[in-house]
């Protein structure tokens, strides 16, 4: 038996005491800081050379305003993770997402019946095909919970398909989870990091994009390469024995979305399009501000002329076709916003509000029900919200304290003269330590960000790049983790015992840190936009 381990909630508020009794025993120091314009953001920075030592202020009652504190100090980042997650409720009741999948899982059936692919192995584009969407929802709004609903359908198709439970849980869970890992625009750990980071959002875009595509890649090939074994000699799996009982179920047909369509549906459709028909004409063309590169295209227009043609058939269809049309939409208008407007945390989830509230109009949703679902999605995330300000309160303590840049000091110094792959490394092997405990992307990032950012400029390394050791340091242990209830929630509906999913995953998992590490070394010897 794994002996429980402590809440999140009570490991951070034991690590507030720790802070506290630091403040008693750490000598006081500070560095000067200046302000910075850094691509066009101001940035407070701390200037070289410049620490010196003051005298410390032991903390006592402030262990209790620490909360407070820490709330007031990220209000803008809780209230972004609050109204995402509330908006994504609202979407989800919908069956959006679930619609986009079987529509998916549909199209890559009827491949098989396509005398092109009679040459190829069909299962393996089929398998790829739907790792690179469930990626794709990973690295680009944080898809993780949804996975437990689909392990049910991907189950027993890859039974079916003569491979094992282990690979069903692999093609959505595993591969929504290297792209959580991979994030591109996932708002919860790369929005959350960056914004304690003072970095402009989702910026340093398209060298995540290149980390994206190589860890899926080399997912989708090690997921490959063990369905072909399991293929060959389907004794050869682990869960052979346990596979007894999906093998004895009926095959089941894969659902499809509900046929909702209402007056409401048209009315958002038509809004919407009006909406976006105005935003053409006064925003004709769009500057798109990549690196040094500017690129002036009519980007507007031609997505309202995709909007309106895959509405108008989206609404034929159904709702939850509209809203999955409705959430690629708002993806596109968060890339534009972020790339040519300079958009931040504020038109973020409000876009993200937007598409809620759209999308639950569509559904003919009163609006008590509205609110309700909102809060409801509130709800869900206030966990990692609220721990988002208990974390910053440890950084209020040791700033209150006069030890945070005793700690930063006498850190960096042992650390500078190692160079900056051995810092950077230390960082990121920190993260995935941490990660174990603390599965926690939104309230790690709270937790680690205001240290590690201003570390990395004492040892003048890009806080992008810090970000990136967050990013990757958050995502490869959440498939092994046991605080993490995803993982044993995929794993109880896939009948698969805990003991034997980490032994048949951890050399996966070493080979992915690995990886991780190796795609960090780029960023520290080569020029790239947003580092």
């Known amino acids: 038996m794994l002996k429980k381990i402590p809440h999140t909630f009570t490991i951070v508020f034991y690590m507030i005491l720790f802070s506290a009794m630091l403040t008693w025993i750490i000598p006081g120091g500070e560095y000067v800081r200046e302000t910075i314009q850094v691509n066009g953001n101001q940035r407070e920075v701390v200037v070289d050379n410049s620490y010196h030592r003051v005298d410390r202020q032991a903390q006592t009652w402030q262990v209790f305003s620490a909360l407070f504190e820490g709330f007031v100090d990220k209000a803008d980042i809780i209230i972004f993770v609050l109204m995402v997650g509330g908006a994504f409720w609202i979407l989800n009741s919908s069956r959006a997402i679930d619609t986009g999948v079987y529509a998916f899982l549909a199209f890559t059936t009827s491949l098989k019946k396509k005398r092109l692919f009679k040459f190829i192995n069909v299962d393996y584009v089929i398998i790829s095909l739907i790792m690179v969407m469930f990626s794709l929802f990973g690295a680009i709004f944080g898809m993780s919970e949804e996975t437990i609903a689909f392990t049910i359908i991907f189950v027993p198709l890859a039974i079916s398909m003569g491979y094992d439970s282990i690979t069903g849980v692999c093609i959505s869970y595993l591969a929504a989870h290297v792209g959580f890992a991979g994030a591109i625009l996932n708002p919860f750990t790369i929005g959350v990091a960056q914004g304690i980071a003072e970095l402009p959002l989702f910026s340093g875009l398209e060298y995540r994009v290149l980390c994206w595509i190589f860890l899926t890649l080399i997912a989708i090939i090690f997921v490959c390469f063990y369905a072909r074994k399991i293929k060959k000699n389907p004794q050869s799996s682990p869960m052979y024995t346990l596979d007894e009982y999906w093998r004895k179920r009926s095959n089941q047909s894969i659902q499809t979305e509900e046929n909702t369509k209402n007056k409401a549906l048209w009315i958002v459709f038509i809004f919407l399009s009006v909406v976006q028909i105005y ?40 709702a939850a076709a509209f809203n999955m049309l409705l959430l690629f939409a708002t993806i596109f208008y968060l890339v534009i916003g972020v790339l040519a ?4 945390i504020m038109e973020i989830a409000t876009l993200f509000l937007a598409m809620g509230v759209f999308s639950g109009i569509s559904m003919a949703y009163t609006a008590d029900k509205l609110s309700k679902l909102f809060l409801e999605g509130v709800k869900d995330i206030l966990v990692p919200a609220m721990i988002i300000g208990l974390a910053s309160g440890i950084i209020f303590i040791l700033q209150e304290g006069k030890v945070i840049d005793t700690i930063l000091y006498a850190v960096s110094s042992t650390l500078v003269g190692m160079g900056e792959v051995a810092s950077v490394g230390s960082m990121y092997l920190f993260q995935t330590a941490l990660n174990i405990v603390m599965p926690s992307g939104s309230a790690k990032a709270a937790l680690t960000m205001p240290i590690m950012s201003q570390f990395s400029d004492l040892i003048q390394v890009s806080r992008q790049t810090t970000v990136l050791a967050f990013q990757f340091g958050d995502g490869f242990t959440n498939m092994i983790t046991p605080t993490s209830g995803v993982l044993l929630g995929v794993l109880g509906v896939a009948r698969i015992p805990y003991p034997l999913w980490v032994k048949w995953i951890w050399k996966f998992i070493l080979a992915m840190i ?4 190796l795609l960090l070394l780029p960023t520290l010897f080569f020029s790239w936009n947003g580092f």
């Not at 407007?341 to 931040?344: F, I, N």
């Not at 690995?514 to 590490?517: L, R, T, W």
């Open 279 to 318: 935003a053409s004409v006064t925003h004709a063309q769009t500057i798109l501000n990549v690196g040094n590169l500017s690129i002036s295209a009519p980007l507007l227009p031609i997505f309202t002329c995709i909007f309106g043609i895959g509405g108008y058939f989206a609404c034929r269809k159904s």
């Open 341 to 344: 407007y300079h958009w931040y």
């Open 514 to 517: 690995c990886i991780g590490f």
